[in-house]
């Protein structure tokens, strides 16, 4: 009977032990459940959070053009807050270093309309921009082939890492940076506690947020960003930790959204017109109507007014602005327009996209031209005093701009690369992209296609200038272009 009783109790403290031992373990595994929960729910606050910053930014760029004080710019995003002048804690700072250096700080995210954007660890985030993007102080030029200055690091999910930015054009123009949780080597505790920092706490030091050892914060260049798969792949060990998320703003995404707006080929179109009605005024202000001489391809500075400078004999090349050596007393074709004609607004949106202006003029009417009174005889294209050709049609000179690079024609994994601005195949396509030395070139209006390896494709924008009275149209087109672009003259 005792035996029996034993036996029971043997039973039943068992039965209590494995309760117990399945009790414990349903609790370590709710919380582990819960700790990654919790994790993942981190993550993802992350990943809204720099989602949403750089969607701001970008919207930022492309609404820049409507302040009032910024008509003719493009692009621009703001300086870091640096709080170096005191400024009110989520603004950005009025001038981030010198010109065309990048800055550092924390993301600026009052000035771009978001409240303190915060990380899965409840921290604020840290924002770099290319120094030709930032807007105080701004470069000379920036358009759509300003590259940005940031290479990035992106983890494959192995040791190794794949590195964007090999490429000039494929640099980032902007980084945004979620420092997460605070790391054993780094003292985030202010100096003077809340001073400054009532909304995001801790103190304007990036080497108390960021981590050095993958240069998100050594120099001008910013060179190495790593994104947050990284950690895994570089942290093994934990001897060299790195917890920072990093999201990018290519060049691409600033200047698809741009492209976007209803009004920027309108734009563009209005600025090659006001451009060649400069050329035309300037012409109408002689005796003698001739027209200046053009600016070479090849520039030293393309960001450079002065570089723009019309040579003696080049009939053809990139749309000069000192035309000191043409006759007349308007040194300056561009510059010195009647404000009229190139407003305020439309003078700095030629100052950014200058190198995208090309043109041409007639040997007729060239300063140097052998005839009293340039004229074109339409019957004979191939006489000594032939202007320029446009669709059939004749002209004194031709203004063009060049719109974004397309495809190369046999190679559609392949754009014009505007890093190499001295060939004009970047910017022009088929018969525009002919520099011509004799005046009397053939052009061709905007003809492009759905077919991407079409060596007829082209996207310029022409203006021309009329041979008998220098007045300016776009362009004609020809009867198989009216059919495809309802806008064709």
Not at 100 to 108: A, E, I, N, T
Not at 260 to 277: G, H, I, P, V
């Amino acid at each position: 009977m005792m035996s029996h009783t034993h036996t029971q109790s043997g039973v039943a403290l068992i039965i209590f032990l494995t309760i117990l031992i399945l009790g414990i373990t349903a609790i370590l595994l709710s919380e582990l459940n819960t700790r990654h929960d919790l994790m993942l729910e981190d993550q993802a606050q992350t990943r809204r959070a720099l989602i949403q910053a750089k969607e701001a930014l970008i919207g930022y760029a492309a609404s820049y053009y409507d302040y009032d004080e910024q008509q003719g710019m493009y692009g621009f995003l703001p300086c870091p807050d640096l709080r170096i002048n005191v400024i009110p804690e989520g603004e950005e700072d009025g001038s981030c270093g010198s010109t065309d250096k990048s800055s550092l700080g924390r993301l600026p995210w009052k000035k771009i309309g978001l409240l303190s954007l915060r990380d899965g660890a409840k921290e604020c985030l840290w924002y770099a921009v290319s120094g030709p993007y930032k807007q105080s102080p701004r470069t000379s030029m920036l358009n759509e082939d300003t590259n940005g200055l940031f290479n990035v690091s992106v983890s494959d999910g192995t040791d190794t890492l794949q590195l964007t930015g090999t490429q000039p054009q494929d640099r980032a123009v902007a980084v945004i940076i979620a420092p997460g949780k605070i790391l054993s080597n780094q003292n985030r505790t202010p100096v003077n506690k809340g001073k400054g920092v009532e909304i995001c706490g801790g103190k304007y030091e990036p080497t108390a947020y960021l981590e050095t050892d993958v240069n998100n914060l050594v120099d001008d260049d910013f060179e190495g960003f790593l994104t947050a798969q990284d950690i895994v792949a570089q942290n093994s060990d934990n001897s060299n930790p790195i917890n920072d998320r990093v999201v990018y703003i290519t060049r691409e995404e600033l200047w698809g959204a741009i492209r976007k707006r209803l009004d920027f080929m309108r734009k563009m179109q209005y600025l090659t017109r006001s451009a060649a009605s400069c050329v035309a005024n300037y012409a109408n202000s002689l005796t003698d109507r001739r027209l200046p001489w053009a600016a070479p391809v090849a520039l030293a500075d393309y960001g450079d007014n002065a570089e723009y400078k019309a040579q003696e004999s080049v009939l053809s090349g990139r749309l000069p602005n000192d035309i000191k050596n043409s006759s007349g007393s308007n040194d300056f074709l561009i510059t010195n327009c009647d404000s009229t004609i190139m407003t305020p607004e439309f003078l700095t949106l030629w100052q950014n996209w200058k190198d995208h202006l090309f043109y041409a003029v007639a040997n007729a009417h060239q300063p140097n031209a052998s005839t009293s009174t340039p004229v074109c005889d339409n019957s004979d294209i191939l006489s000594e005093n032939d202007c320029l050709q446009v669709n059939n049609n004749n002209y004194a000179a031709v203004v063009m701009f060049s719109n974004g690079p397309l495809p190369v024609v046999g190679s559609p994994a392949k754009e014009q690369l505007r890093d190499n601005k001295g060939d004009i195949t970047n910017y022009l396509e088929g018969l525009n992209a002919v520099v011509n030395t004799d005046g009397k070139g053939i052009y061709q209006q905007w003809n492009l296609s759905d077919d991407i390896n079409n060596p007829d494709n082209i996207n310029d924008i022409l203006y021309c200038i009329r041979d008998n009275d220098l007045a300016v149209m776009l362009c004609p087109c020809t009867p198989a272009m009216k059919a495809i672009h309802s806008w064709c003259p």
